[in-house]
């Protein structure tokens, strides 16, 4: 286990157990102060945000190229490689120990470093580049297809052979807290006639997590399991928001248009993927085994407890809806940025790459409302008679996801989305 | 018609009469100068390159942020908006007048200003934001659909209502001259019982216009023909490379991914809507009417030649395979905007929308070797023996474009691509 974890590893900042940022998390953000400083990198600790532009001012930080920390997007910092990154999150790991006095007993400079949470405003944390969607839980494309093609079906031929997935739209991701916009689009019921255009009737959420790339690669190439793996700089929650009647109606032959363009919400921290290490885990068994290209020789799952809630705007409470695990994927996010650059297709610094649905093999592990109300014939109860099949205006969708450690979570804070009526 | 088609406008500048680059035309690009110059804006005009950052260091061009100018992509010119690009176009047309002395008569000014065309390199003219394909040949649909499902379900049900596109891959949109490399994949065909990973065996072209977004549109909402028109900045000739084979066994039911993420070629001058303007003409009728919201009040259509050649490696001429006409397609650039707004989905300066392939009614008007050669069934020769089903190493594929107007052309050069052999 990496230094970072190391039983008893404790912060001077005081951290609760149950809080999202201990000091083995360290994710990086993009926050402003209400004081009204632009944009820039920070990283979450505790109940705070550590500002690393200032902590960098007397060299502190050991990262000579600190301009990075001043920019609105994790990009500049990204691209910086591997390395970097690693150097950095020890760096800041070891400035925030509590038998560390560098920072702790500098009064002055932790005035300036560390800016109550509270005060902030957190911003997508990077420029999108490009945006990929894939499709990997096994138990998500199964719910699907038993639904639209039967039992027998349910599972498309290719679908064990490779990571099926498509390009979404990078120019409508948005952070956590951001209002979404019911879409408008093309309808076409089986009963109707001709379709119409109206605002969407079956607007829906998929739980997914994203992979963000921090490395290029270059066009024509193919990666190996270890260039893949050390090109993901970490992760985030994210919301594949969805109306399911546009994609009905528009899907066939060439895939989700504008039934995925609206809007992908995402949380605002980027857990590392050294963050996740002590909780990588085996994913299902590969059956048939993949192609070479695809094939991985270490555990690239990670045993991450995610959980949506649905707020009702008549209900005080949001209610549990799903609780799943993101280890159920059957393509790891390995798998799927080796696939991704199989043809030869040049990968990006900042492209996000979401996982697909997570959906577990039991029912209260559906990550999306169209398998939850089992495409609208099973209505869900959230509380007090107020039942869902889809969400309606005013709904607040929140994600939650974290790595269970002993005695401290390794957490992603929350991916909320609040549903504004078509105008 | 606008003052820049006048008959009898012509350069001080010597302009062969079937130059695709007259005053009537004057197209941007990104080129930089055999002597170590950085990548820049300029504008074709002859057998020159009008260099708009020397030009304008006098003051002369009229454009405040010259700095747009010394940039490696179009972007920040296309960010100032459609009043500077019509201003800036009329000076430029001004300034190159046979009858204006200003640069004319200047020596000084011209021979910084002017490049020859045979001493640049010509860059990718923007940096591509996002790239989106549509299918909007009713033509190329049909034929694609009679040789996959038969002529009585050849369009499927919703192509007649919008136009059907899919998010492509932006990181791998290349300038004409850029060597595409065959690429890998999983192919499984009909015979096969399992897929396997090999060198693509079936690789096209499709013959398409891009057209260059100038003007970004907000999240949740919606265009009107007007805006939608006024955010285009221009047009390319674009390639898009398809791996027929990889296509076939991965796009169900997400659409194509690997198949068209290797590479999109595009050509390095973008055409002026402006440019254009004299030879727009009505599509064909539109039955069904669309809805509302795809609505054109005017015709949206150009009468815009296009040529495809075939170079193999053993014959020394390319062999024109197609020859059509931008005239042919269904939907129009305008209502593909309309439509992929329609959702909310936010557009950028510097996204790229591929018209789809351009297809025509004549069987010598198939713009991808897949109609050609009808799925692989009927090989076409080129010269002295030398067949063609799909593309092979070495390979050579031209496409050219031009409007033809009274005495002059209004032409786009060329995108070229040679297939080299996969690794």
Known sequence: MPHSNDLGLRSFIEVAPNSDFPIQNLPYGVFSARDGTAPRVGVAIGDYVLDLWELGQDGRLGVSQLDVFAAPMLNPFMALGPKVWSRTRAR???LLRHDNPELRDNAASRDRALVPMANVTLHLPLAVSGYTDFYSSREHATNVGVMF??????LQP????????????ASTVVVS??????????????????????PCKRLDFELEMGVVVGQPSPIGEMLTEKQAEEMIFGFVILNDWSARDIQQWEYVPLGPFQAKAFATSISPWIVTREALEPFRVHGPVQDPTPLPYLQQAQPNN????????????????????????FKYMYWSS?????????S???????????????????????????????NGTEPIELSGGVKRTFLEDGDSLVMRGW?????????????????????
């Not at 290719?158 to 739209?169: A, D, E, S």
């Not at 991450?304 to 809806?321: K, Y």
Request: glycine letters at 14%; charged letters at 20%.
């Open 92 to 94: 800041i790991s070891e």
């Open 149 to 154: 093609r039967g039992k027998d079906n349910a």
């Open 158 to 169: 290719n679908w064990l052979h490779m990571p099926i997935g498509y390009n979404g739209r």
């Open 177 to 198: 807290g951001t209002k979404v916009r019911r879409p408008r689009g093309q309808l076409k019921p089986p009963s109707a006639e001709l379709p119409s255009f109206a």
């Open 302 to 325: 990670y045993d991450l407890q995610l959980d949506v809630g649905l707020r009702a705007p008549s209900i005080r409470q949001a209610a549990n809806i799903c609780r799943t695990n």
């Open 334 to 342: 390995v798998q799927q940025l080796m696939h991704h650059a199989s």
């Open 344 to 374: 030869g297709c040049a990968m990006n610094v900042g492209d996000l790459l979401g996982s697909g649905t997570i959906s577990g093999p039991d029912k209260h592990q559906r990550g999306s409302l169209l398998e939850i109300s089992w």
């Open 403 to 423: 790595c269970q450690g002993d005695g401290y979570r390794v957490g992603f804070g929350e991916v909320e989305g609040t549903i504004v009526a078509a105008e």
